[in-house]
């Protein structure tokens, strides 16, 4: 849902597929599953199988940056360019609520309350422009969120979110990336520390701001981001 924006104009010039990880949006919610980064790498290998894919371009947002590096870095072969949205983990400035649903101690709690104005309330930080965030924005947002069984996966993505050999090995990395910052972004901040490490320790990588954008930059800049993507990636014609 959150790509939506996206679907028609990037498929006028590539093949899009667009994938809810286990626990995400509409997929299974598996009882021996632990939601690492490492899983969650080892499930891009397995669709891409399942699908028949040899090999893709990658564009991931946000926790989601992990998961399309570690691929990456098991996987080179496969892996064409990739495009990082607000690439990061956990930080602080992150609202109360998905903290709390982070926490040891509170996160069971926390996800019992997890209802629709949580839910609104976060996405509220994740926007510049408000006027984006609209009654049908928050219910899509929560609706696959709204069981029980899917918060206890929020929970364990959020819990269980370990990014650091994935940095230890981002210097072993060769293909190109590109990251994409909003330069509204309440969470990550494109002139952090973190950035900069991530920027200077890929070999090949840019980095560029979206102005006038906040997290979900995909969503209320939809056109620059397009735009960024279409010209990072070169089309190819056939005749």
Known sequence: YTWRNLFYELSQN??????DLPGHGY??????????????????????????????HFVGFSLGYAYVLDFARKYPERTGK???????????????????????LFGFLACRLYGIRTVESILSECFFDLTTLNADVVTEYYR????????????LS??????????ANLRSMDQPVLILWGNEDKWRKSNSDSADMLHAALHRS???????????????????VIAA???YITVIVRN
């Open 14 to 19: 590539y093949r899009v597929i667009v994938l």
């Open 229 to 231: 993507i279409l010209e």
């Open 158 to 167: 959020l819990h269980n979110f370990d990014d650091e050999n994935v940095i």
């Open 144 to 155: 696959p969120a709204s069981d029980i069984e899917a918060r206890k996966a929020i929970r």
């Open 27 to 56: 997929s299974d919610r598996p009882v021996n599953f632990n939601y690492t980064v490492e899983e969650m790498g080892e499930t891009i290998r397995m669709f891409m199988d399942a699908m028949g894919i040899e090999s893709a």
């Open 82 to 104: 990739l495009v990082l949205l607000a690439p990061g983990g956990m930080v602080p400035e992150m609202p109360l609520a998905v903290r709390m649903i982070d926490s040891a």
């Open 206 to 224: 840019s980095a560029s701001v979206i102005r006038n954008a906040g997290h979900l930059m995909h969503e209320e800049r939809a056109e620059k």
